[in-house]
């Protein structure tokens, strides 16, 4: 591990402990510096010439190439563009047009809400009676039955850190006859994922979390090679087409991946992104998984020993935690404000979550240690208590 953590890439403010990069990842030392060059040298001085110039017209697939060595798929198998929420909407309704005949979806009441609304609106605009199945993480399997069209989770969950089994999820879909989609929200860049050994169909991902993409950043999606061709995109969009300047009145699919693009990509977006994801040059998974684990474990017990009011909700077994650890405690909110007057920066999610996000690119364990010791005051001493701690804002 000889090659992390890589403070320097970032730019991480003085007397500042991150730990939220699991829901905005810090600013990559390059990236200013990219975003001028791309302003002023092409847009700037080229025009609408550096579609070609400077090959903006193929910077989505470049990148989903980068994404696909972190993702360990093949190049060419992910494109990028949109949002999240849109990427989940194209997966999922391509699926359920791979398996007409069933009207089930299974997901789980853990997962991130917006997966489940792009799945709900879905549904309503197909209008063909289809059931959204929810139940606890804990029994997707066994509501995994004969009936089902689509299999939809995310890997990590957003609240917990609770990791599912991919392979054994996916094993269990395949069995029932449905295709899988994986939401890799908060395990691209967090923990390995081995996908083509799972032989899932899809899967789905930010880039602002864990790959340090920055506010906005594209999302980028997975399709397994031997089913791109047939196909259906939901959102034929003029880019996902196989000759988009031939300006055709009908849609034809290109025939690979970038089908799954819809309209003009975020080129100031994607070139932070495509600075950002050097940072993960050299960087083997497995290595960046064992510090994620050693720094996790570290803080649970750190926190445990020094503040037995604040009740783990993560998985204590490493193997079933992504690369994040989160607390219940009745004044979570009001606590995560005091940290972060003091320089610890976490977030807050409802009913009562405090979650840490620990990422082996630019966090050790002098860092671990030190933000349990101000975890430690700010609870043991209870400072959430001030009154300008209660007030919350739109973006918790
Ligand atoms: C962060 C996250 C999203 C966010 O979706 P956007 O469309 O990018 O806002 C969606 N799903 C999951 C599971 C997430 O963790």
């Known amino acids: ?40 040298g092409e847009w700037g001085d080229e025009l609408i010439r550096a579609w070609n110039t400077a090959d903006w017209i193929n910077l989505p697939l470049r990148v989903g190439n980068q994404i696909a060595q972190l993702i360990g798929v093949r190049e060419g198998s992910v494109a990028t563009g949109d949002t999240l929420s849109i990427k989940v909407y194209q997966a999922l309704a391509a699926g359920l047009r791979m398996r007409p005949e069933r009207r089930v979806i299974v997901s ?13 609106g879905l549904l309503d605009t197909i209008d063909k009676g289809y059931e959204l199945r929810l139940p606890t993480p ?14 939809m989770l995310t890997h990590v969950d957003y609240r917990t850190g609770r990791l599912h089994d991919m392979a054994a999820i996916t094993a ?21 994922v081995d996908l083509v050994a799972c032989n899932a169909e899809f899967a789905v991902g930010c880039t602002y979390k864990y790959l340090n993409g920055g506010p ?19 959102l034929a969009g003029w880019l996902g087409h196989e000759v988009p300047f031939a300006m055709e009145l009908t849609y034809r699919p290109a025939m690979s991946t970038e089908r799954m693009r819809v309209g003009t990509p975020p080129i100031l977006q994607l070139a932070v992104l495509e600075e950002a994801l050097h ?36 998985p204590r077994e490493p193997a079933r935690r992504g690369s994040q650890v989160s607390f219940a ?3 979570g909110f009001a606590a995560m404000q005091a940290l972060i007057d003091r320089g610890v920066i976490g977030d ?26 101000i975890i430690e005051e700010v609870i043991v001493k209870e400072l959430w208590r001030d009154a300008k701690y209660q007030a919350k804002s739109r973006v918790t």
């Open 216 to 234: 906005g950043a594209p999302a980028f999606i997975y399709v397994r090679p031997d089913i791109v061709e047939g196909l259906q995109p939901a």
């Open 138 to 151: 804990e029994d997707v399997e066994s509501a995994i039955t004969d009936d089902v069209a689509a299999v």
């Open 329 to 331: 405690f009745e004044h």
């Open 108 to 120: 789980d009441d853990g997962n991130f809400p917006t997966d489940l609304y792009m799945a709900q």
């Open 348 to 373: 807050f999610r409802e009913p009562d979550v405090m979650r840490f996000g620990f990422t082996p690119l630019y966090l050790d364990e002098d860092d671990v240690i030190a933000a349990a010791a």
């Open 172 to 192: 269990r879909a395949h069995e029932a006859g449905a295709v899988m989609i994986w939401d890799l929200a908060h395990s691209a860049g967090a923990v390995p």
């Open 1 to 40: 591990m000889a090659n992390l953590p890589r403070k320097e890439l970032f730019h991480l403010p003085q007397g500042l402990i991150y730990l939220d990069g699991n829901s905005l990842g810090p600013l990559p030392v390059g990236a200013a510096e990219r975003v001028q060059k791309v302003m002023a």
């Open 279 to 314: 940072a993960w040059e050299g960087i083997d998974m497995g290595d960046l998984r064992a510090a994620s684990i050693a720094l996790t474990g570290r803080f649970i017990d750190e926190v445990e020993a020094r503040c037995p009011q604040l009740a783990l909700i993560t």
